[in-house]
């Protein structure tokens, strides 16, 4: 199984930036696929999830109302859009993916908002 994380990059403050992350030697569609993210000096955490089955999204309060993770299922890959960009959202973000028991992550890709 391997998760290639992309489109991360450098942008202004209010800018927008659309992560995709591809899937090799798994279904995403039969999975729970989620973005997390590390801030310099600070620890992992939660962006948003697109669940298995239903369409069900959840997303961690910093960044409700800006962010939409969706899933393409003919491409095999996961999006995460990212509107309004604040400084606060400078991380590595990475891709995951929970099969059963099993726990798989993306390379990550660096955001930077500038201000």
């Known amino acids: 199984v391997q998760l290639q994380a992309s489109g991360g990059g450098t942008v202004q403050v209010g800018g927008s930036l659309r992560l995709s992350c591809a899937a090799s030697?798994?279904?995403?569609?039969?999975?729970?696929v989620a973005w997390f993210r590390r801030a310099p000096g600070k620890e992992r955490e939660f962006v948003a999830r697109?669940?298995?089955?239903?369409?069900?999204?959840l997303y961690a309060d910093s960044v409700k109302g800006r962010f939409t993770i969706s899933r393409d299922n003919t491409k095999n890959t996961v999006s995460l859009q990212m509107n309004n960009l604040k400084p606060e959202d400078t991380a590595v973000y990475y891709c995951?993916?929970?099969?059963?028991?099993?726990?798989?992550w993306g390379q990550g890709t660096l955001v930077t908002v500038s201000s």
């Open positions: 030697g798994i279904t995403l569609s039969r999975n729970s």
């Open positions: 995951n993916l929970r099969s059963g028991w099993d726990s798989y």
């Open positions: 697109f669940f298995r089955s239903g369409g069900n999204t």
